[in-house]
């Protein structure tokens, strides 16, 4: 598969309505867990992680993850490995999904 092939795909699936439904339904999943988490034990605090840094530079969106998606497909992201990671994972997810609804029809 050429890059110029991949990219008009990976425009198609960033576009699709179903892919971002299940994009923002798996970083509500995610926020989900966080907020459920437990305490940290008196006198102490959880360490600053990746979704602390999304959340504080207000990345922690669908549109963000979209937006960034396919240059990482592309390997032409500048994102810190740890971000592409998460960004991959969580698109990995609603791709999946998305290929189980389009199977349904």
């Not at 795909?9 to 576009?15: C, M």
């Not at 549109?63 to 810190?80: G, R």
């Not at 490995?81 to 969580?90: D, F, K, T």
Request: charged share 30%; aromatic share 10%.
């Amino acid at each position: 598969m050429t890059a110029k092939k991949l990219d008009i795909d990976s425009i198609i699936i960033v576009e699709d309505a179903h892919f971002i439904k299940f994009v923002k339904e798996e970083i509500q999943t995610l926020k989900n867990e966080r907020n459920s988490r437990k305490d940290a034990p008196a006198g102490m605090k959880y360490k600053t992680d990746w979704f602390d840094r999304l959340q504080r530079e207000n990345a922690l969106n669908s549109d963000y993850f979209i937006k960034n998606i396919e240059a990482i497909w592309l390997k032409q992201s500048n994102l810190p490995a740890l971000i592409r990671n998460i960004i991959q994972s969580v698109c990995y997810k609603a791709f999946t999904k998305m290929n189980l609804e389009y199977k349904k029809k």
